[in-house]
């Protein structure tokens, strides 16, 4: 744990209008990586819009490492399917964490984060203050696949210094 920042927490909140990859639906489940790490929410049967509301944690060394969103259609008796996939970069949402913001009013706008050719933002995503907290919600457009998005939520876990 050399060099670690503290811990990315990616609420993944749900699927919008998700590629049909089974007859009639699909199965999907979503496997999140960062460099070396790598993982999975649950599956999610027989939904094209299907709400995980998962919470998955990442530990964060280097802010600069994009973070990767792979969506798969699960398949009993052949390989799972691919339904599209997506990446973010953290080092805008880092950076703000870093400047220990204190005093603003609930619900203050930190930054914004606007859609690129580079990045899989569907829409503007904003870093604001809720609950005392920061927290950086995102819609992500799937690539690689005919339809499709993830929406998902940031949240930073500071971690003591000598753990």
């Known amino acids: ?49 299907p709400e995980w509301d998962e919470k998955l944690t990442l530990t964060v060394s280097d802010p600069n490492i994009p973070v990767k969103l792979f969506v798969y259609d699960k398949d009993t ?16 949402f880092v950076e703000v964490v870093q400047m ?18 580079q990045n899989c933002l569907a829409e503007e995503s904003c870093i604001i203050l809720s609950n005392g907290k920061l927290v950086q919600n995102m819609v992500l457009r799937l690539r690689n696949v005919e339809r499709g998005e993830v929406e998902l939520q940031l949240h930073w876990i500071h971690v003591p210094m000598g753990l």
């Open 100 to 117: 220990l913001l204190e005093g603003l009013p609930e619900g203050t706008i930190i930054a914004k984060v606007q859609p690129t050719r």
């Open 1 to 49: 744990m050399e060099n670690l920042l503290g811990l990315l927490r990616i609420h993944i909140q749900r699927g919008v209008d998700l590629a049909l990859r089974d007859m009639i639906s699909s199965d999907p489940y979503i496997i999140v990586e960062m460099g070396k790490h790598k993982l999975k929410t649950r599956l999610v049967k027989r939904s094209v819009n």
């Open 77 to 92: 008796f052949t390989f799972d399917d691919k339904m599209g996939d997506a990446e973010f970069e953290i080092a805008t």
